[in-house]
């Protein structure tokens, strides 16, 4: 959300997918930090004429608070955001166990998971 060198090569593009990681979540730990920053990369992105495809944050077997921040940033995302972007993507359905939150192929998806993902993705955008 610094326009760091990140966004600096991504804004050398005419279209990026935008896809926050659990990693994310944990290093900020405050839900409104996590929205107010990915709000202003899109931000950012748009004001350089880039299209911007978001994708909701994967499970990954959240717990305690990580739970309620990883909910808020996907809820951001689908009702606010989706306003600003080309299109939103939610990968949770595709992704998720028992709980939304919880990762039915792994932290990181294995083979399985990538394609069912992969599959759902191309599905997604045939529609726009």
Do not use: M
């Not at 709980?99 to 191309?122: D, V």
């Amino acid at each position: 959300a610094l326009d760091g060198v990140w966004l600096k090569k991504a804004k050398k593009n005419d279209v990026v997918f935008l896809c926050l990681g659990t990693n994310d979540v944990f290093q900020v730990a405050i839900k409104e930090r996590l929205t107010s920053s990915l709000g202003k990369i899109v931000d950012l992105l748009i004001s350089e004429g880039i299209k911007v495809i978001l994708i909701t944050l994967p499970p990954f077997d959240q717990h305690g608070i990580f739970i309620d921040i990883w909910r808020s940033a996907n809820e951001f995302i689908k009702t606010t955001l989706s306003k600003k972007v080309e299109t939103v993507f939610d990968v949770v359905p595709v992704l998720c166990g028992d709980e939304p939150w919880q990762a039915k192929y792994g932290p990181h998806p294995n083979a399985e998971g990538c394609e069912r993902w992969a599959e759902a993705l191309f599905e997604h955008l045939k529609n726009i």
